[in-house]
């Protein structure tokens, strides 16, 4: 692990603000960026992609103007990005921060991303055979990702219950590592190299009640909506050959897709982005709440926070 007493910097510890979707841990890091003439590393897996703004709740250009971002617009939304090459482009970021005698506030949601980083974790590329992707995905044009997803629970319930159903990129990708190797996507990530963390963090998370959580997605989803989520799905539909990517079963994309696609009504499909952002803040929650060394946040008492988290990574 790097020392930061190598760098002309007077912190021992990088932050890294996490926590479930609109739960404000954007607001926090950019306060905490602020006070200490930082720079934001985004952990955000959707937030990649280039043209999902709305639908991600991409920080604005002008909070951006506030504190530099990174790790942000980095991809096109058709193109596959493994948590290895988050990984690897994160510690190259935040090397070149730190050269500057900056140093790196990480913030973002997705778990794979921030315990590689936390934890040191380097995840193993599974050998899988092309042809049972293709012919799984025959199968699923054909007859739905039902059967999929119930043999993937079959064999490797762990990993079924930690993607949603209609992830059909996930969930064939998990049976498919089954299918080519005789061993379950789990076994796969739980034999990952353990390295060690790189750099030294302390990890914090904003800890709503969960009813006051639900209330600001609700509220955020309907923003959202306000803002113009509906034309900037239209626009990415009919601009972009997104098949199988990642970036189409995004929350707030999916659902808008099949309001296009003729198969529910606009209703309809923002109650599913409501209820799944919901489900998934849920699994946020779990995720982080079983990492070791977290710091629970006080969501009321935030300026208190931020003077905390510089005080603690001194």
């Not at 690897?88 to 090397?95: G, Q």
């Not at 089954?178 to 379950?184: A, M, V």
Request: net charge negative; hydrophobic share 35%.
């Amino acid at each position: 692990m790097k020392e930061l007493s190598q760098y002309n910097i007077p912190y021992s510890y990088i932050p890294i603000i996490a926590g479930p979707t609109a739960s404000g841990k954007s607001s926090l890091a950019i306060s905490v960026a602020q006070k200490i003439g930082g720079e934001i590393i985004s952990c955000d897996s959707m937030q990649i992609y280039k043209h999902l703004d709305i639908g991600t709740a991409k920080v604005t250009p002008e909070e951006q103007a506030i504190v530099p971002h990174h790790m942000i617009d980095i991809i096109e939304p058709d193109v596959s990005f493994s948590v290895n090459d988050y990984l690897t482009m994160a510690l190259e970021k935040i090397e070149e921060i730190l050269s500057r005698n900056k140093l790196p506030v990480l913030c973002g949601g997705t778990g794979q991303y921030i315990s590689s980083l936390y934890n040191g974790i380097k995840y193993v590329d599974e050998p899988i055979d092309q042809k049972i992707i293709d012919d799984l995905y025959s199968e699923y044009e054909r007859d739905g990702i039902d059967r999929i997803y119930d043999e993937l629970m079959r064999i490797d319930p762990a990993a079924a219950l930690n993607m949603h159903k209609n992830n059909t990129r996930r969930v064939i990708r998990a049976y498919s590592v089954y299918l080519s190797t005789g061993k379950t996507f789990t076994w796969w990530n739980e034999n990952s190299r353990t390295e060690g963390p790189k750099y030294p963090f302390k990890l914090y998370a904003i800890n709503h009640d969960r009813s006051v959580l639900y209330d600001r997605i609700n509220q955020r989803v309907d923003i959202m909506i306000n803002n113009g989520l509906i034309d900037e799905v239209r626009h990415i539909k009919y601009t972009h050959v997104l098949d199988n990517s990642t970036a189409k079963q995004a929350i707030g994309y999916k659902e808008l897709f099949d309001y296009f696609d003729d198969k529910c009504s606009l209703e309809d499909a923002i109650y599913e982005i409501k209820l799944r952002s919901r489900h998934y803040a849920k699994r946020q929650l779990t995720w982080f709440r079983y990492m070791e060394g977290l710091r629970l946040i006080d969501p009321n008492n935030l300026e208190e926070a931020v003077d905390l988290i510089i005080k603690e990574i001194k």
